[in-house]
């Protein structure tokens, strides 16, 4: 799948997310959901120098001769060196570890595997507890996606069996057409729910002013 598709695939994730742990009632928390979700999404192609995620990353970096790779794990390794001096607490340790192995990894191989989801897990669950949910949703939305195109994804990594839905007759090609239309549908199905969540909050906020409050059957009476 492509980065666009991706994007508004985690995106449509992130306002699910929203909406089933109710913080869709609160601006910020909602916006920050879904933020996440979103840069999740991308975060499987980080292995990849021409993913949209390295693209915004370095932007100003070409992509020749893994030189964004490079400064990907001169990153990790400033972050080590960091956590090291300031005594970090151990998932930026596991940040820095990261970044430095999957800057030269083959594409699809970790990043797109169940041991990648759980390390995304287990570091925002002990860094931003109460947007891990929202993390590892919109990072599982990249590796369903993923899992339509012809290749499959590594889900059991290390081991090589590629797991896809190609027996389903699934197959999305990674640009094509079916590729566009599936980007399309999430953002348009993130907009309405982003829409209801706008429509429910304010209806809420008329209903605790009195706006909508119905008469009672003595008020009636005595009219």
């Given at each position: 799948?492509?980065?666009?598709?991706?994007?508004?695939?985690?995106?449509?994730?992130?306002?699910?997310?929203?909406?089933?742990?109710?913080?869709?009632?609160?601006?910020?928390?909602?916006?920050?959901?879904?933020?996440?979700?979103?840069?999740?999404?991308?975060?499987?192609?980080?292995?990849?120098?021409?993913?949209?995620?390295?693209?915004?990353?370095?932007?100003?970096?070409?992509?020749?001769?893994?030189?964004?790779?490079?400064?990907?794990?001169?990153?990790?390794?400033?972050?080590?060196?960091?956590?090291?001096?300031?005594?970090?607490?151990?998932?930026?340790?596991?940040?820095?570890?990261?970044?430095?192995v999957v800057a030269f990894v083959p594409h699809r191989t970790i990043t797109h595997s169940i041991v990648g989801t759980a390390i995304l897990a287990w570091v925002m669950?002990?860094?931003?507890?109460?947007?891990?949910?929202?993390?590892?949703?919109?990072?599982?939305?990249?590796?369903?996606?993923?899992?339509?195109?012809?290749?499959?994804?590594?889900?059991?990594?290390?081991?090589?069996?590629?797991?896809?839905?190609k027996a389903l007759g699934i197959r999305v090609k990674t640009g094509g057409g079916l590729d566009k239309v599936l980007g399309i549908i999430a953002l348009w199905c993130?907009?309405?729910?982003?829409?209801?969540?706008?429509?429910?909050?304010?209806?809420?906020?008329?209903?605790?002013?009195?706006?909508?409050?119905?008469?009672?059957?003595?008020?009636?009476?005595?009219?």
């Amino acid at each position: 799948m492509t980065g666009k598709t991706h994007l508004a695939v985690g995106i449509a994730t992130g306002t699910i997310v929203a909406g089933v742990t109710g913080v869709s009632d609160e601006l910020i928390p909602t916006v920050t959901t879904i933020a996440v979700a979103g840069f999740a999404s991308l975060l499987p192609d980080i292995d990849e120098d021409g993913s949209m995620l390295n693209k915004w990353l370095f932007r100003f970096v070409p992509k020749t001769c893994q030189l964004r790779s490079i400064l990907l794990a001169l990153l990790g390794a400033v972050v080590l060196f960091l956590s090291y001096l300031y005594k970090w607490p151990d998932w930026a340790w596991a940040c820095g570890i990261w970044a430095m192995v999957v800057a030269f990894v083959p594409h699809r191989t970790i990043t797109h595997s169940i041991v990648g989801t759980a390390i995304l897990a287990w570091v925002m669950q002990q860094a931003w507890p109460q947007y891990a949910l929202a993390a590892v949703a919109g990072y599982g939305s990249h590796l369903l996606t993923d899992a339509m195109t012809p290749k499959g994804i590594p889900l059991f990594w290390p081991w090589k069996l590629k797991v896809g839905f190609k027996a389903l007759g699934i197959r999305v090609k990674t640009g094509g057409g079916l590729d566009k239309v599936l980007g399309i549908i999430a953002l348009w199905c993130a907009c309405l729910l982003m829409v209801w969540f706008v429509f429910s909050f304010f209806y809420q906020e008329a209903v605790a002013a009195g706006l909508f409050s119905l008469p009672q059957p003595g008020e009636l009476r005595c009219r």
